[in-house]
Every structure is written in C-alpha cells, then in structure tokens.
C-alpha cells in the first residue's frame, strides 16, 4: 500500500558526493518519519540518518558533519546528501518510513535498496 522507490546510488571514489532520493507512494495518510539505513557486506544493518514529521533529525556519529537528510513533504520524499564520502560508507541504502494508510495505524515499509561504493 506505500511503495519506497530509491535512486541516487553509484560508484564514486574517496571524497566525492552522492545523494540518494526516495520517494514514497501510495493511499498514504500521513508519514511520522522517514529515515536512510545501510548494511554493508558482512555487516549488520544500521540507521544512518533519520527525520521525523516534527524535524526532528538523528545521525549516526561517522556520518555526522559529511551527510544531510531533508525532506519534501509535498512531494513525500526524503534526501541524504553524502559529502567527503569514504571507503567505509559502502553497502546498500535503504529507505524506510513509518506511514500510515487510510483507516490503518503506522507501519514500517522500506524499499528495495541502492548500492553505494566508495573505492580509490
């Protein structure tokens, strides 16, 4: 019922920059927050960045200070602006958001994910 599309990835090398988009779709009545996730090979799956329906803004600290997430309510889209990025920032980005439909409380849906890769 709400579909997460992503797009923005690619291959870059140490100290480029990438932003992401996703854009959400759907009967949706509302959206509480949305937020960028990451999982690198052989790793655990780890919040990056997240933003809430109040601007409420969380980052993981090796993230902080090198990427930006914002948000376009009208368009239901959020952006993670990636700067100086590093080697260690690979692995796949995904979006999630806590929406709700019509005549349904909220629930996470995440979309299908985007490779990033930082190498020299």
């Known amino acids: 019922q709400v579909q997460l599309v992503e797009s923005g990835g690619g291959l870059v090398q140490p100290g480029e920059s990438l932003r992401l988009s996703c854009a959400a779709s759907g009967s949706i009545r509302s959206i509480n927050a949305m937020g960028w996730y990451r999982q690198g090979p052989g790793k655990e799956r780890e919040l990056v960045a997240s933003i809430t329906s109040g601007g409420r803004l969380n980052y993981t600290d090796s993230v902080k200070g090198r990427f930006t997430i914002s948000r376009d309510n009208a368009k239901n889209t959020v952006y993670l602006q990636m700067n100086n990025l590093k080697p260690e920032d690979t692995a796949v980005y995904y979006c999630?958001?806590?929406?709700?439909?019509?005549?349904?409380?909220?629930?996470?849906?995440w979309g299908q994910g985007t490779q990033v890769t930082v190498s020299s």
């Open positions: 999630k958001a806590r929406a709700a439909v019509v005549m349904s409380p909220y629930y996470d849906y």
